[in-house]
C-alpha cells in the first residue's frame, strides 16, 4: 500500500457534475482534477486504511448482502409462478407461512413427465425452495462468522440501545478501520447523510431531510431510531414532547438520527471511560 510506503494519501470526492458537463469526463481529466483538488487544499480527506478486522467485517458482509438479494429474487419467483401455477398445486399450498411454504416446495416430487406444465412447475418451485434453503443457511453462516468481529472490533458500539451486529456492521464499514479520520461527531452526520439542511424560507424556519452521505450507514441509523422509537422509553417521551412542539414524524426522525450519530461517534473514538453520559435527548437541529 503507498500509505505503508510513507506515500501521503488524500482521499478526493468525485468531480463537481457542473465542471464534468463543461469539460468533458476521461481518465486524465479526472487525474487532474484530482490533483487540482489537493493542491488548493480543498481535498483534505484520509482515506480508510482498510487493513484490520473492519475490512474483514465488510467483505463479509458484501456477501451476505448478495446472499440476502438472491433469497429475496427467489422468493419472489416462488411468488410469481404459484400466481400463474395449475389451480391443484396452489390450492395445496395456499395460506401457508413463508417457512412451511419452502419447506413444502422443497419436498415436492415432480416426476418425470416434465413437458407437462404441472410437473415442471413442480420442478422449478422445488429448485427455488431449495436455493431459497441454501442461501437461508449461507447467511446463517456468515452471521455467526461476522457477529464475533464487530464484537472485537467495536464491543462499546453493541452496547448502544437498538444496535445489533447488522446495523453496527454496516456503520463500523462506513467509518472504516481508522475512524479517527473523522475529527469531530460532526464529521459523522455528514457521512451518514443526517446532518441538518437548512430549509427556511421567510419567517418559517426549519430544517430538512439530508439526501448525501452514505446511505447505507444512513439506514442504518435509520433501523436504529424505528427500534428506539419502538421499544426505548426515552425515545418515546422525546418524540411525543417534539410532537407537541409542532415537528412532524420525519423533522423528529431527522432529529434522532443526528443524535444516534453522536452517539455512534464517541463509541467508535473514545474509550468507555471516557465516553460523556447523556442524560437527556439533545433538541438537535
Known amino acids: 500500500m503507498l500509505t505503508a510506503a510513507g506515500?501521503?494519501?488524500?482521499?478526493?470526492?468525485?468531480?463537481?457534475?457542473?465542471t464534468r458537463r463543461m469539460k468533458g469526463k476521461s481518465d486524465?481529466?479526472?487525474?487532474?482534477?484530482?490533483a487540482?483538488?489537493?493542491?488548493?487544499?480543498?481535498?483534505?480527506?484520509t482515506p480508510k486504511s482498510r487493513d484490520g478486522v473492519v475490512e474483514a467485517v465488510r467483505v463479509l458482509r458484501l456477501a451476505r448482502r448478495s446472499a440476502v438479494k438472491a433469497r429475496t429474487q427467489a422468493m419472489n419467483q416462488i411468488r410469481g409462478l404459484l400466481v400463474s401455477a395449475p389451480a391443484m398445486l396452489r390450492e395445496q399450498v395456499a395460506g401457508l407461512d413463508r417457512a412451511t411454504l419452502i419447506r413444502t416446495l422443497a419436498r415436492l416430487r415432480p416426476g418425470d413427465d416434465l413437458p407437462r406444465p404441472l410437473a415442471a412447475t413442480r420442478a422449478a418451485l422445488r429448485r427455488l425452495a431449495r436455493r431459497h434453503q441454501a442461501m437461508d443457511a449461507e447467511i446463517a453462516d456468515l452471521d455467526t462468522e461476522i457477529g464475533p468481529?464487530?464484537?472485537?472490533?467495536?464491543?462499546?458500539?453493541?452496547?448502544l440501545f437498538g444496535v445489533g451486529p447488522e446495523t453496527a456492521g454496516q456503520l463500523l464499514a462506513s467509518a472504516g478501520d481508522n475512524p479517527e479520520?473523522?475529527?469531530?461527531?460532526?464529521?459523522?452526520?455528514h457521512l451518514a447523510g443526517v446532518a441538518p439542511i437548512p430549509a427556511s424560507s421567510g419567517r418559517t424556519h426549519r430544517h430538512r431531510l439530508n439526501r448525501g452521505g452514505d446511505r447505507a450507514a444512513n439506514?442504518?441509523?435509520?433501523?436504529?431510531?424505528?427500534t428506539r422509537m419502538r421499544f426505548d422509553e426515552r425515545t418515546r417521551?422525546?418524540?411525543?414532547?417534539?410532537?407537541?412542539?409542532?415537528?412532524?414524524?420525519?423533522d423528529i426522525m431527522r432529529c434522532l438520527k443526528r443524535f444516534v450519530a453522536r452517539e455512534v461517534y464517541r463509541a467508535l473514538t473514545t474509550t468507555p471511560t471516557e465516553r460523556i453520559t447523556q442524560t437527556d435527548l439533545a433538541p438537535a437541529a
Open 237 to 250: 417521551a422525546y418524540v411525543e414532547r417534539r410532537t407537541k412542539e409542532g415537528l412532524n414524524k420525519k
Open 149 to 159: 468481529l464487530v464484537r472485537q472490533a467495536a464491543p462499546q458500539l453493541l452496547e
Open 219 to 226: 439506514n442504518a441509523l435509520h433501523t436504529i431510531v424505528l
Open 7 to 18: 506515500v501521503t494519501v488524500v482521499d478526493v470526492d468525485r468531480p463537481d457534475r457542473k
Open 36 to 45: 487540482t483538488a489537493v493542491l488548493s487544499g480543498r481535498a483534505t480527506g
Open 28 to 34: 486524465p481529466i479526472d487525474a487532474y482534477g484530482a
Open 181 to 189: 479520520r473523522m475529527r469531530s461527531e460532526a464529521a459523522v452526520a
